[in-house]
């Protein structure tokens, strides 16, 4: 099973940037892709980014042109940079890991993202 271990949540006033990290550890073998989902209080969780193995990386449009994912092979982890934030992203940030056919595993215990207007 993997285990996944987010970071890098916190606060901040709109217009500025945070970065997320998530580390996986465990059964990583057959992990295809990793990326953010989010969710904020009375919505359902939303995807927000996501990258392959490969590096082809999707975004929410939303997002587009303001949060960047990438990813670091070597150390099991991807990273989400959050820039021109504004009140709307504020959400439980939870990273998931994915194999080749898309099936989700154990979601991490996600970080906190909270935007001041």
């Known amino acids: 099973q993997v285990q996944l271990v987010e970071s890098g949540g916190g606060l901040v006033q709109a217009g500025g940037s945070l970065r997320l990290s998530c580390a996986a550890s465990g059964n990583i073998l057959h992990i295809n892709s990793m990326g953010w989902y989010r969710q904020a209080p009375g919505s359902q969780r939303e995807l927000v980014a996501g990258?392959?193995?490969?590096?082809?990386?999707k975004y929410a449009d939303s997002v587009k042109g303001r949060f960047a994912i990438s990813r670091d092979g070597a150390k099991n982890t991807v990273y989400l940079q959050l820039n021109s934030l504004n009140v709307d992203d504020t959400a439980v940030y939870y990273c998931?890991?994915?194999?080749?056919?898309?099936?989700?595993?154990?979601w991490g215990q996600g970080t906190q993202v909270t935007v001041s207007s």
């Open positions: 990258i392959t193995k490969g590096g082809n990386a």
């Open positions: 998931f890991a994915a194999d080749s056919g898309g099936h989700i595993g154990p």
